[in-house]
């Protein structure tokens, strides 16, 4: 198991670089019970960097299950008031908000989906105060993991619980640099080395961008005018820098809405709502999803498209390079935090308003208008591999190639 020591760089990362708490800031963190210990010591360090209240929600996903087996579909149309504030609330106070992911992703798998998709919409209706303010960067959040014998045994199925923990916390200690002597330090090179690529990418303002690889993806896509890449750290309306993720190894933009051809072959399996989609790729004809096709789960990835209009459109186009540490790590996860760093990947859904110079200003309609998709969904899948050529397009066509070998060439 982890040394204390390595606990104590992996907590301490979470506040000071995750969501850099502020003298006398509240902290929200929102946990699995199985996560207790680890969250009582993200807790712990939210204090000793300065927090003046922190409050722990718990998430019992064992019961969660019980709920959705037992409970008619009404139940799950709408959130009562008091749950929806817990996450409104905090966030209207200007709290820094650490999630820690690790949901066991087979629970799910026999609940009717129709209450699953019934509770998705009504939880994205009842947060909406918070996704509000967490889509101009009003506050600062962190997402993070901590292993829990049902994950660890999904990601290492030849090993005992005990071991499969062990090595599930090996890998997440590695993937975010808690396991060196200085993780903030290593984490502020890290940060150095996306900014570089992102000061790239946003100097160049490149038109568009086309991805080939020999599974079978052939896509290009436009980038809008004005566009934004960002990656690492992100900075709060406040002026506070912080990482929404750990680990974190992309640069990330957004396609124009309208403006994505081709076919996208996935190159991992992707786990939605219990269930794994494999082997899957989508044709996009102006933007939209025009067909597509899933050797298994299917019928997921149907219900995924459907959810509203922009769940068949792309918010998100994400460079990661085929030699990152978690893609040596040459494991599934099953957990898009880890997933989405392993390769360069495109989301269905709901596009970041921060990708839009001005964007964080802009109405919706305004957005929209800019190429900007939304959507109540947000889903990355996986499409690097490593012989993917990415090509570059400037505006007056001139070509750049971007990625060779699944690499970055630039
Ligand atoms: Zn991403
Ligand atoms: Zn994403």
């Avoid at 019961?63 to 579909?73: G, W």
């Avoid at 997402?143 to 045994?153: D, E, G, I, L, Y």
């Avoid at 992102?198 to 290009?220: C, I, M, P, W």
């Avoid at 939605?272 to 019928?299: C, D, M």
């Amino acid at each position: 198991m982890p040394t204390e020591r390595q606990l104590q760089n992996y907590a301490a990362l979470i506040v000071k670089m995750g969501v850099n708490i502020q003298k006398d800031q509240e902290l929200l963190i929102r946990s699995p019970i199985e996560c207790a210990p680890f969250a009582r010591q993200i807790a712990e360090a939210g204090y000793a960097a300065g927090a003046r209240e922190v409050t722990i929600l718990w998430d019992d996903e064992k019961f969660s299950k019980i709920k959705y087996t037992h409970s008619p579909l009404e139940v799950f149309e709408s959130v009562p008031d008091w749950i929806a504030e817990s996450n409104n609330y905090y966030a209207r106070r200007g709290a820094a908000f650490v999630s820690i992911a690790a949901q066991d992703p087979d629970l799910f798998q026999l609940v009717d989906s129709a209450k699953l998709d019934a509770a998705t919409k009504a939880s994205f209706q009842a947060f909406k105060p918070f996704y509000d303010i967490l889509d101009v960067n009003g506050i600062a959040w962190n997402v993070v993991s901590v292993p829990t014998a049902a994950w660890a045994k999904k990601v290492y199925p030849d090993c005992e619980a005990v071991e499969a923990v062990e090595k599930l916390w090996q890998a997440i200690l590695k993937t975010v640099r808690a396991d060196l002597d200085d993780p903030v330090a290593a984490w502020e090179r890290h940060h150095a080395y996306l900014n570089e690529k992102v000061a790239y990418l946003n100097e160049r303002q490149f038109a568009r961008l086309h991805f080939k690889a020999s599974n079978g993806t052939d896509l290009t896509l436009e980038l809008p005018e004005g566009h934004v890449w960002a990656g690492g750290a992100e900075r709060t309306a406040h002026g506070v820098a912080f990482f929404p993720n750990m680990p974190t190894e992309e640069v990330f933009c957004l396609p124009h809405r309208e403006r994505v051809d081709g076919t996208a072959v996935a190159s991992m399996p992707l786990c939605y709502q219990g269930s794994l989609i494999e082997n899957f790729s989508l044709t996009f004809q102006n933007g939209k999803v025009v067909s597509y096709q899933a050797a298994k789960g299917e019928e997921a990835l149907k219900r995924l498209l459907e959810t509203d209009e922009g769940a068949s459109m792309l918010g998100e186009v994400a460079l990661v390079p085929a030699g990152s540490p978690i893609s040596r790590l040459r494991t599934l996860f099953y957990n898009t935090l880890f997933d989405e760093n392993a390769a360069c990947h495109l989301a269905l859904g709901r596009a970041y308003a921060s990708c839009i110079k001005g964007g964080l200003q802009m109405s919706k309609d305004e957005l929209k208008a800019a190429g900007a998709n939304d959507s109540m969904t947000h889903i990355d899948f996986m499409i690097g591999t490593e012989d993917m050529e990415i090509t570059a397009v400037s505006k007056d066509g001139q070509e750049t190639i971007l990625f060779h070998q699944g690499r970055w060439a630039v």
